[in-house]
Nanobody, 125 residues
């Protein structure tokens, strides 16, 4: 099992950038595929990015593709989501998630087993 704690959210102006962090507990962080989701008020949770166990492969959903990056530091049990050119529609609670890696699992698979409590990102126009 893994516990996740997000940080780095806040208020930013449109066009600005934020880096979200997610710290994981446990000694087997590299066994997990890590993902980021977001949920805007009145909307369903949206899967936006993922990174494989080594950091060698990444996935981005269309709404954030081209202006976001995801990385991980396995020695620090941390995954990061860098978001640039932020828009008001990026306003949401951002969640970190984890799922054990397994052969054949696509990075675009939105099914995850462990979740953080979320961090609020607000983008002002």
């Amino acid at each position: 099992q893994v516990q996740l704690v997000e940080s780095g959210g806040g208020l930013v102006q449109a066009g600005g950038s934020l880096r979200l962090s997610c710290a994981a507990s446990g000694r087997t962080f590299s066994s997990y595929v890590m993902g980021w989701f977001r949920q805007a008020p009145g909307k369903e949770r949206e899967f936006i990015a993922a990174i494989n166990w080594s950091g060698g492969s990444t996935y981005f959903a269309d709404p954030v593709k081209g202006r976001s990056s995801i990385s991980r530091h396995n020695d620090k049990n941390t995954v990061y989501l860098q978001m640039n050119s932020l828009k008001p529609e990026d306003t949401a609670i951002y969640y970190c998630a984890a799922v054990l890696k397994r052969p054949g699992r696509a990075l675009s698979d939105p099914v995850y087993d462990y979740w953080g409590q979320g961090t609020q990102v607000t983008v002002s126009s």
